[in-house]
């Protein structure tokens, strides 16, 4: 974990500042040595100040908190609450990320499974109803965010409850509780009507389900396959990628898992969610005749690295490689290259033409890379590093303008009510903060606030749970890491560094310095005795 967590931050800080990973310096090297050596130094204190707290903790004997249905009902009321006042201040709800394209699509009869077919059908007709029984699309959208709110809020308490059976503190119950219902980043997904809400809300349930089974035996598999299902579920139908997390997932779980029960529970909950889904989705598909999604969804990162080698290598490329590149992308678009952010080059990618000769292009993408091979990796770098550098801006829609705003050098949050939505309201005081929290800049330059808000901040507290976890070959917490760590494979194939794309590292904060201090107190214990 440490060279790691050292090489993000020695080439992140090159990127951010140089625009490039300088791979054949030595200084480059030597700088990431230093960092390696602090990053130990601090880790070896750190683990101490943790053991010793475990120590102080088991003489004190916290009171932990009782984990009864009582529980689960105050903390999911709460979070209803909490969300409900958000909802106040972003009135009718965050209509954004793709949601106008989604609708249209919809209004206008012409579905596509570009985006995942059942959240476009669901999103696309609660306007329409809204619209019909209402007379204005805002009331449609708040219908989709108000059924939003309790089923996120139940899963989320869930994760607490859990947590609650396994030992957790009061007080650190209620902080996590506080964190999860108030973080502002939290707070403003909860009433946003993307469709990474519940497939993160999936995410959540699955890893909370997992990590309850380690803590007992084998009784309650009924429920347990249930919510499995109803998670797979989310994550399958609310993304189209799902399937490539939960395929794997299912194929580790039947060939690793060593209990029986707990083999068929898991695995053969993901296989029947995989053939509800895909029977759903295909009729959907039919019954709608949809169009089927496209291929340039997979080569986000391809199309950037050969439109980086067209930026930085001009000069050495032929003429004919040069109509080469250009009939997969118009030049145009090449020459505007935005390095952190491929939605220009994916829309304007002349899939066509591609399909057409996939051998040839293939081949040049080959003759690329074995040219300009740092090339390839500092493209790949500039658009994800925002997931594991802590001290860079979200900043991929710097230029655009959507829904008549244009973004600056915050694109945090896309804080916007797309069309036909209008926003109004209700707690102008909060949607200010919001607003700011999305688009000023300073809020993530500031090293105290930047770092809370920072996506590779709860990245890192994963890593370094997961690391801690393999130290101690804790096997049986081995499957609490796997969707997440798949999932995040996928945030790295994506067209850009993204808050939504990695929200579910924030909500699984509190589970994971759950396990931290759990195994440092067990590590105490035996150092005590």
């Excluded at 925002?386 to 945090?412: A, H, L, Q, W």
């Excluded at 790295?492 to 201090?517: D, E, K, S, T």
Aim: a positive charge; charged letters at 15%; proline letters at 4%.
């Amino acid at each position: 974990m440490a060279l790691l967590f050292s090489a993000a931050v020695v080439f992140g800080w090159q990127i951010e500042h140089r625009g490039n990973a300088n791979f054949y310096n030595i200084g480059t090297y030597a700088w990431l040595c230093g960092v390696f050596v602090s990053v130990l130094f601090l880790l070896s204190f750190s683990d101490r100040i943790l053991i010793d707290n475990g120590i102080s903790e088991k003489k004190k004997k916290p009171l932990h908190i009782t984990a009864d249905r009582r529980l689960f009902l105050m903390t999911w009321g709460g979070m209803i609450l909490s969300y409900g006042i958000a909802l106040l201040g972003a009135f009718p709800g965050f209509f954004c990320y793709d949601a106008q394209t989604e609708t249209f699509e919809v209004m206008t009869n012409q579905y596509s499974n570009h985006h995942p077919i059942v959240h476009e059908f669901l999103l696309g007709n609660a306007l329409r109803v809204g619209n019909r029984i209402f007379g204005n699309y805002n009331a449609g959208i708040t219908l989709v965010v108000v059924a939003q709110i309790p089923v996120i809020a139940a899963i989320f308490s869930y994760m607490l409850y859990v947590l609650a059976k396994r030992g957790i503190s009061r007080r650190a119950y209620l902080i996590s509780a506080l964190f999860i219902a108030l973080f502002p980043t939290v707070s403003m997904f909860a009433v946003c009507t993307t469709k990474d809400v519940p497939f993160t809300a999936g995410i959540i349930l699955f890893t909370a389900v997992l990590y309850d089974r380690t803590g007992r035996g084998e009784e309650n598999a009924g429920r347990d396959f249930s919510l499995l299902f109803a998670a797979s579920c989310l994550i399958l139908l609310f993304r189209n990628n799902g399937i490539y997390i939960l395929i794997p997932t299912a194929l580790i779980f039947i060939c690793v898992i060593k209990k029986k029960t707990a083999r068929i529970v898991s695995g053969l909950s993901i296989v029947c969610a995989v053939c509800v889904c895909i029977l759903v989705t295909q009729t959907m598909i039919l019954s709608l005749h949809a169009t089927r999604g496209e291929l340039k969804e997979m080569l986000s990162v391809p199309m950037q690295q050969l439109a980086r080698v067209y930026r930085d290598k001009t000069d050495e490329l032929s003429k004919p490689e040069k109509e080469i590149l250009f009939e997969l992308i118009p030049e145009i678009i090449i020459v505007n290259y935005n390095p952190k952010c491929a939605d220009d080059v994916k829309v304007n990618f002349l899939e066509d033409q591609f399909k057409s000769d996939i051998r040839k292009y293939s081949l040049f993408y080959l003759k690329m890379l074995t040219r300009y091979p740092d090339v390839y990796v500092n493209a790949f770098l500039e658009m994800s590093y925002g997931y594991y550098y802590p001290r860079t801006v979200i900043s991929g829609y710097e230029g655009k303008t959507i829904n008549g705003m244009t973004y600056g050098d915050s694109s945090y949050f896309q804080f916007v009510i797309e069309n036909p939505g209008q926003s109004r309201p209700v707690l102008k005081f909060l949607n200010r903060f919001f607003q700011s929290l999305s688009l000023d800049s300073r809020w993530q330059k500031n090293p105290v606030t930047g770092i809370l808000l920072h996506p590779a901040t709860y990245f890192w507290v994963f890593v370094y749970t997961l690391s801690l976890t393999v130290k101690k070959k804790r096997r049986d917490t081995y499957p609490v890491f796997l969707v997440s760590l798949l999932n995040f494979a996928i945030m790295l194939m994506g067209p850009m560094a993204l808050v939504r794309y990695a929200l579910h590292f924030y909500i699984l904060a509190p589970l994971m310095l759950h396990i931290v201090f759990t195994e440092r107190v067990s590590e105490a214990h035996l150092q005590e005795e």
